[in-house]
C-alpha cells in the first residue's frame, strides 16, 4: 500500500528498498547456478564459450525490454495506463524477436558470432541453437518488468524478493537433474535461464495482475504513446551506453604494458564493485515511489544507505580481509590478488557517486525528464574513452588501473551534470511558486 501523504517512517523506507535490493543481489546467483551446471559438462570450456557468446548477445538486446520495469512504475497509475503501455511494447517486442530470430536462423548471425565475439566456425551452430533458447527469454522478461512495475508502484517488493528465491531454488533443481542425467550442453545453460525467467514472469504476472484488478482505478490518467516513447526512448539510451562502457574499456586496456594482468585485474576488481553496487541499483525506485511523500526522510535513508558499498569496498581494499576474500572467495592467486586489490582503491570513487547518480536520475524520471539523463549518460562515455585513452597512453604500465580511473571519472562527470541539471530543474520550480503564491 501506498504511504500516505506525509506520513512516512524509516521502516517503511526500509521494507520497501531492501527487498528490492536484496532481489537484485539474489538474481546475480542466477550466473552462478548455470556457470556451475555447465562447468561439469565434457567439453566444459566449449560449452560454457558458446553459452557466454549468446548470453552476451542476449545482455545487448534485452536493455529496450528490461526498461519497461521502470517506464511503468513511472507512468502506470490506473488499469488503462497498464492497457496503452502494454500494446505499446508490442512494437519493440515485435523488433527484437524479429532481429533474434535473424541472428538465430540466417547466416547473419553467423558473420555477427565470428567477427564481433571472435567465435570460432564450429562454435556457430551450437550459439545459434543456444540463442534461439534464450530469444524467448526476452518475452518473458518484458511480460515480468512490466508487471514487477505495478508491483513496485504498489510498494509490495516483498515479493520480488520471494519470486528470486523460488526461481532460484526451481533452477537449482532442474540443474541437479541435468548433471544427474548427464545431459550438459550450452543449450541446458540457456533451457535454466529460460525456465528461471519463466517462473518469475508467471508469478510477477500473478501478483501485478492482482494489484490491477483489487487496487487501480480503471480509468484516471490518459497516457498517450507520445508521452510514453518521450520516456521510454532516453531510458532505453541511457541503459545501451551503460552496457557499452566497459567493453570500451577493454579495447584500451589491451594497449597496456600487461594485456592479460591489465584485463584480468580490470574485470575481477569491476565485478567485485558491481556486486557490492547491485544492492543499490533500485535507489532510483525511492524517488518514483515516495520522494513526493516526504522528500526530507527519502534524502536522509538516502545518505545512510550510499555509503554502505563503500564502507565495504574500503574494508577489501584496506585490512586483510581484502587478500583473504581475493584468495578463498574469488579464487585469485596472490599477485592477481594484490594487482586487483589496487584497482579496486580507484573503484571507491564509483562507489560513493553511483547511488546519487542513481537517485538524481530517479528525481529526472520521476518528472519525466529522461532526455536529460541520457545527456549525462553520453558525457560519461565520452569522459571514459578520452580518460582510458590518455591514461594508456603515457601510463600504460598501471595496466587495469587504467581502467578503473577512467570508469570513476566517468560516473563523476555524470554526477556533476545530473546534479546541474536537477538544481535548476528546483530552481525553476521554486521561481514557479513564487510566482503563484
Known amino acids: 500500500m501506498k504511504a500516505s501523504e506525509g506520513h512516512l517512517s524509516y521502516r517503511q523506507l526500509s ?62 497509475k490506473d488499469v488503462q495506463s497498464f492497457k496503452v503501455l502494454s500494446l505499446f511494447m508490442i512494437v519493440p517486442m515485435v523488433l527484437i524477436i524479429g532481429f533474434s530470430l535473424t541472428m538465430a536462423f540466417t547466416s547473419f548471425g553467423d558473420w555477427v558470432y565470428m567477427n564481433l565475439f571472435n567465435a570460432d566456425a564450429n562454435m556457430v551452430d551450437t550459439i545459434s541453437d543456444t540463442f534461439a533458447i534464450i530469444l524467448f527469454v526476452i518475452i518473458f522478461s518484458g511480460i515480468r518488468g512490466l508487471y514487477q512495475g505495478v508491483i513496485i508502484n504498489h510498494l509490495e517488493t516483498k515479493w520480488l524478493t520471494i519470486m528470486v528465491v523460488i526461481r532460484l531454488i526451481i533452477m537449482f533443481l532442474v540443474a541437479y537433474s541435468f548433471v544427474y542425467f548427464d545431459y550438459i550442453t550450452s543449450l541446458s545453460g540457456a533451457i535454466l535461464f529460460l525456465v528461471g525467467m519463466f517462473i518469475e514472469c508467471i508469478i510477477s504476472v500473478w501478483k501485478g495482475h492482482g494489484i490491477l484488478k483489487f487496487s487501480y482505478r480503471k ?116 599477485e592477481l590478488a594484490l594487482t586487483t586489490i589496487v584497482v579496486l582503491k580507484f573503484f571507491i570513487i564509483k562507489t560513493l557517486v553511483f547511488p546519487w547518480v542513481d537517485f538524481l536520475n530517479g528525481y529526472l524520471m520521476l518528472y519525466r525528464k529522461t532526455k536529460r ?17 590518455l591514461l594508456v597512453t603515457f601510463f600504460p604500465s598501471l595496466n587495469g588501473v587504467n581502467g578503473s580511473i577512467a570508469a570513476s571519472l566517468g560516473e563523476l562527470v555524470a554526477l556533476v551534470i545530473v546534479s546541474t541539471i536537477v538544481l535548476r530543474m528546483m530552481g525553476k520550480s521554486e521561481k514557479q511558486v513564487r510566482k503563484t503564491s
Open 373 to 389: 539523463m541520457a545527456i549525462a549518460q553520453i558525457l560519461n562515455l565520452v569522459t571514459v574513452i578520452v580518460t582510458v585513452s
Open 219 to 334: 480509468k484516471g490518467t490518459d497516457l498517450r504513446n507520445g508521452e510514453i516513447a518521450k520516456f521510454y526512448v532516453p531510458l532505453v539510451f541511457y541503459f545501451v551506453i551503460q552496457t557499452i562502457l566497459v567493453p570500451v574499456i577493454y579495447v584500451f586496456l589491451a594497449k597496456t604494458n600487461n594485456i592479460e594482468m591489465g584485463i584480468a585485474s580490470f574485470a575481477l576488481a569491476f565485478s567485485i564493485t558491481q556486486m557490492l553496487l547491485s544492492f543499490f541499483m533500485y535507489t532510483h525506485q525511492l524517488v518514483l515511489q515516495l520522494y513526493e511523500v516526504n522528500r526530507q526522510k527519502v534524502i536522509r535513508f538516502i545518505i545512510f544507505i550510499s555509503l554502505l558499498p563503500t564502507l565495504a569496498l574500503v574494508l577489501l581494499c584496506y585490512t586483510p580481509a581484502g587478500m583473504w576474500f581475493m584468495g578463498e572467495v574469488m579464487g585469485a592467486n596472490e
Open 15 to 76: 521494507n520497501f528498498f531492501i527487498p528490492l535490493g536484496f532481489s537484485a543481489s539474489l538474481t546475480s546467483i542466477t550466473h552462478v547456478i548455470i556457470n556451475g551446471t555447465l562447468s561439469r559438462g565434457e567439453n566444459a570450456a566449449f560449452i560454457i564459450a558458446c553459452y557466454a557468446v549468446a548470453f552476451a548477445l542476449f545482455g545487448i538486446i534485452e536493455r529496450p525490454i528490461i526498461v519497461f520495469r521502470q517506464t511503468c512504475s513511472a507512468l502506470v
